[in-house]
């Protein structure tokens, strides 16, 4: 009898893997939104850097706009799926914190959750990730830090090269020698560098003007307004002005609504023309009174806040006037003129007016507007004309200057400057991965994920400017690894050098403020594991 041989069957294992496995809903839902958000940092993933491409942007009633600053392309792009919206608020809230870095927050948060859907896959759970990430931003901003120069504002040179670096990546970029100045001295002329920690861009009043090319942009010191001067046969020069500011209107009284004045004879009629001349004379000559010859008048609902009878007399009276002033530019005509708002005739009076050397009406491009110089008093508050040769390229160039001018109140509100060129998010990655080698378990891994994420800054720089994007970050990481911190890619000499030596540099707080939003953005989403939708009632 021959004998057989039996192997017995290997033993089925007890339990589950001891690796964390999702449900099957939460993984797809997941998967949607991280899907959803990549969609949205790869479209927008091209206009990053200086050689970083334009995109055309249609809206449904025919506008175009050309531009290629993040914020600006993601507010006008139509999303349906609410993961690909944090993407949007994401940028919102870098313009909002920052200004600046708009699309690099985007396309860093993008990167992290490629990374997060590869952790995912491992069998690593969300809060793991999402815990490891907060951590990891945490450590990135104390390395952005220690890399960091301080800067004071009175270095007018440094603040020069951050507002040029600002504008280089812009579509105005050619111009940003004549427009990095005006911005400087904007920011300068508005704060006390001594004791300031914030800049109030309000009153920065950005004016575009058709006409012109971008070169033709200036600074004014003192103040400009948009409108042209009213009345035929008025004065367009007042030489030692003396400025009031009327929110009152100069025209007839009407009657309450629904109610009407019956007239049934002509004598009537001549009596009421006599009284509304006369009530209209009664104010202009109290205006006259109190030394004023230029009038502010503010843009009234209910009636008109000047009629022709009243310019008619203002004009024979000798007095400048500029009608329809928005309500809300009176906080900043008053802060600029020290005039104070006239809100009746009984408070018309020598103390309520601002005095001016000189207010001219002149012509700007196709159009004309009204400079106030040598005002006695001036506030803290400065005008930019913004000049274009077409509607396109003016908006483009008042954005690239709002941008910019969010760069130097980013110095003002944190003093500390980094170099650019994908060097900042070049060393994180490395420092990174060193720290990833001191921690344990799954927390490394999550480290090791979120380093090689931050690259994309670099690769994605590299791309756009037509270099080889993987031998361009290779040596990168090389020369960082050799201790050359400050190196970065000269995107235009197309080769890997010192980018300090380039005058490439930017606010800590860009660099900070990306990394910490972007980790957030992608913590958040990570934690979601369903959509419910809310029926309407």
Not at 395 to 401: G, L, M, N, P, Q
Not at 458 to 481: D, Q, Y
Request: glycine share 6%; proline share 3%.
């Amino acid at each position: 009898m021959s004998s057989k041989k039996v192997t017995a069957a290997p033993p089925k294992s007890q339990g589950k893997k001891s690796e964390y496995q999702d449900k099957e809903k939460p993984a797809a839902i997941r998967q949607s939104n991280v899907s959803a958000a990549k969609a949205v940092a790869d479209a927008i993933r091209t206009s990053l850097g200086p050689k970083g491409m334009d995109k055309m942007i249609q809206a449904s009633n025919g506008d175009v706009t050309i531009t290629n600053d993040g914020a600006t392309i993601l507010k006008q792009m139509k999303l349906l799926h609410p993961a690909a919206r944090m993407l949007v608020e994401l940028s919102k809230a870098q313009d909002i914190e920052a200004g600046d870095g708009t699309t690099s927050v985007v396309v860093i948060a993008g990167a992290l959750l490629d990374a997060s859907s590869k952790l995912l896959a491992k069998g690593i759970h969300p809060t793991t990730i999402s815990d490891a990430f907060q951590e990891a931003a945490k450590k990135g901003c104390e390395i952005l830090e220690k890399m960091s120069n301080p800067v004071q504002l009175n270095d007018k040179e440094s603040l020069l090269k951050s507002a040029s670096t600002s504008l280089n990546s812009k579509v105005v970029s050619q111009y940003s020698s004549v427009l990095s100045p005006i911005i400087v001295d904007a920011v300068l002329r508005v704060i006390d560098p001594a004791k300031a920690t914030n800049v109030d861009l309000k009153d920065i009043r950005v004016m575009q003007k058709l006409g012109g090319t971008v070169e033709d942009t200036e600074l004014v010191d003192g103040f400009v307004f948009d409108q042209k001067t009213s009345g035929a046969g008025g004065p367009n020069k007042v030489e030692k002005a003396k400025i009031g500011l009327i929110q009152f209107c100069i025209s007839p009284p009407k009657t309450d609504m629904e109610n009407n004045v019956v007239i049934s004879d002509y004598t009537q009629m001549d009596r009421i023309m006599k009284e509304e001349r006369q009530y209209i004379l009664n104010i202009v000559k109290t205006i006259k009174k109190s030394g004023c010859n230029m009038l502010l008048i503010q843009k009234s609902i209910l009636r008109d806040a000047v009629n022709d009878l009243a310019l008619h007399f203002l004009a024979k009276l000798k007095i400048m006037v500029v009608k329809d002033i928005e309500r809300e530019d009176i906080e900043f005509i008053c802060k600029g003129i020290g005039c104070k708002p006239i809100a009746s005739l009984d408070h018309f009076t020598a103390d309520m007016l601002g005095s001016a050397e000189l207010v001219e009406e002149m012509h700007a491009g196709s159009s004309k507007i009204v400079k106030v110089t040598g005002v006695q008093n001036p506030g803290r508050v400065v005008s930019v004309i913004v000049r274009g040769s077409n509607k396109l390229v003016l908006e483009e160039a008042e954005r690239s200057i709002h941008d910019a001018l969010c760069v130097i109140r980013c110095l003002v509100k944190k003093r500390a400057l980094i170099a650019g060129g994908g060097a900042p998010e070049t060393e994180l990655s490395i420092r990174l991965r060193e720290h990833a080698d001191t921690l344990s378990s799954m927390q490394q891994y999550c480290f090791r994920a979120y380093a090689d994420a931050l690259e994309v800054v670099p690769f994605t720089l590299a791309e756009n400017a037509g270099l080889n994007p993987i031998a361009t970050v290779t040596e990168l990481r090389n020369r960082h690894a050799n201790g050359e911190i400050h190196t970065g890619i000269n995107v235009r000499k197309g080769m890997i050098t010192n980018i300090l030596d380039e005058n490439v540099v930017q606010p800590l707080l860009v660099s900070t403020s990306a990394i910490t939003l972007a980790s957030e953005t992608v913590r958040s989403i990570m934690k979601i594991d369903d959509i419910v939708n809310v029926m309407g009632r």
